[in-house]
């Protein structure tokens, strides 16, 4: 299975990229996954899809790679996992930030190089 998915900055996987590469609906992601409505970070479960830790109940469930690849290798039998993570494409917020960065990083070195007075 050969599957192109986009990541996180992270270079996490969503509950829908997670979903492609298992070629499972959303729902069975979601019964795969090892999660509990009353506690935060379920300890790890071999037989479940195991999520990276969160730091609220609110923060969507992201996956490791490896994790998504050894659940579908090792628990739902898929021969030849092979996931293929790829960036997401820079967006105009992405570059209107570089361009902010770019700009204090001189602010500050015109700063730091001016003599104190």
Known sequence: MD???FTTPEGLLTVEA???VLNRSRASVYRYA???PNTLNPPYDPSRLNPE???TLEDPILFHPNEVARFAADILGMKQVTIHV???AETTTHKLLR???SELQSIREL???KPLS
């Open 86 to 88: 790829q960036e997401s």
């Open 18 to 20: 997670a979903q492609k």
């Open 99 to 101: 361009a902010i960065l």
């Open 3 to 5: 599957n192109r998915v």
């Open 111 to 113: 700063l730091e190089s």
């Open 53 to 55: 830790l969160r730091q």
């Open 34 to 36: 090892n999660t509990d």
